[in-house]
């Protein structure tokens, strides 16, 4: 069973960044990524990264500010965010998949962390 635990939200300036982390230990995971859910919207697909990282995906509204990696010796992935917005605040879950088919659609994903907060002040 994997177990994703996520860290690194908080709140910060727009125009500021933030990393997150992602540590998904257990079983091997094919595929992780980010979600982010905003008070009264739907979950929206934020980037993913498949097993060797040669393959990745970010959405629309954070292409060219986030970019995601992992590093599997440590089983974590990461997120770092940069030129933040008010509209990036929402809080943020990690998730991981067995395979690499449809990254940015969430029911693609098997294991989901609890969610970390990111506040983003303009």
């Known amino acids: 069973q994997v177990q994703p635990v996520e860290s690194g939200g908080g709140l910060v300036q727009a125009g500021g960044s933030l990393r997150l982390s992602c540590a998904a230990s257990g079983r091997t995971v094919i595929t992780l990524g980010w979600f982010r859910q905003a008070p009264g919207k739907e979950r929206e697909f934020v980037a993913a990264?498949?097993?060797?990282?040669?393959?990745?995906y970010n959405g629309d509204s954070v292409k060219g500010r986030f970019t995601i990696s992992r590093d599997n010796a440590k089983n974590t992935v990461y997120l770092q965010m940069n030129s933040l917005k008010p509209e990036d605040t929402a809080v943020y879950y990690c998730?991981?998949?067995?395979?690499?088919?449809?990254?940015?659609?969430?029911?693609?994903?098997?294991?989901w962390g609890q969610g970390t907060q990111v506040t983003v002040s303009s």
């Open positions: 998730a991981g998949s067995s395979r690499w088919l449809q990254p940015q659609v969430s029911s693609e994903y098997n294991y």
């Open positions: 990264i498949s097993w060797n990282g040669d393959s990745r």
